[in-house]
């Protein structure tokens, strides 16, 4: 079993575009609508088969205000942040917050030994974690 994508509601899929692809160096595939839905969407495409699918439905709205940080995130059920593994935490950080992104939680030790994470948002106040861990996750 693999995981195919993530899906992303978004506000504005246009600017989530532009800021993930800017901000991640994401290419794009073919943009799609669902007319009699009122949705629009795109996949993007990153390295080793990452890919988001960015979503604009008319007329969604936030249900719960977005979490402030990691612990307040739990607090809501469902998903609370995509994680990308990378291969240097400070490094990406740093360019996504040259990209626009908020700070949520600058690069720090993570409780796996000799790994480190960092939390920002996206413009949207999505959570995203970053993760210099070099290998999957393990048992």
């Known amino acids: 079993m693999h995981v195919d994508h993530v899906g992303l509601s978004v506000a504005d ?3 989530q575009v532009d ?4 901000a991640f160096g994401f290419e794009t595939a073919q943009p799609f609508e669902i007319a009699a839905v009122g949705l629009r969407g795109i996949f993007l495409l990153g390295p080793d088969g990452v890919a988001i699918e960015l979503l604009e439905k008319q007329g969604s709205e936030r249900v719960a205000p977005l979490p402030a940080d990691p612990p307040s995130a739990l607090l809501t059920r469902g998903y609370g942040h995509i994680c990308f593994r990378v291969d240097d935490t400070a490094r990406i950080y ?8 908020t700070s949520i939680a600058a690069p720090f030790p993570a409780p796996e030994a000799g ?12 959570l995203i974690e970053l993760l210099d861990r ?6």
């Not at 740093?94 to 992104?101: F, K, M, Q, T, V």
């Not at 790994?115 to 999505?126: I, K, L, S, T, W």
């Not at 070099?134 to 048992?139: D, G, K, L, T």
């Open 94 to 101: 740093d360019r996504l917050i040259a990209a626009g992104a």
């Open 19 to 22: 800021w993930y692809q800017r």
């Open 115 to 126: 790994v480190h994470a960092a939390f920002v948002a996206d413009p949207e106040g999505n």
């Open 13 to 15: 899929l246009d600017a």
């Open 134 to 139: 070099p290998h999957e996750v393990r048992a």
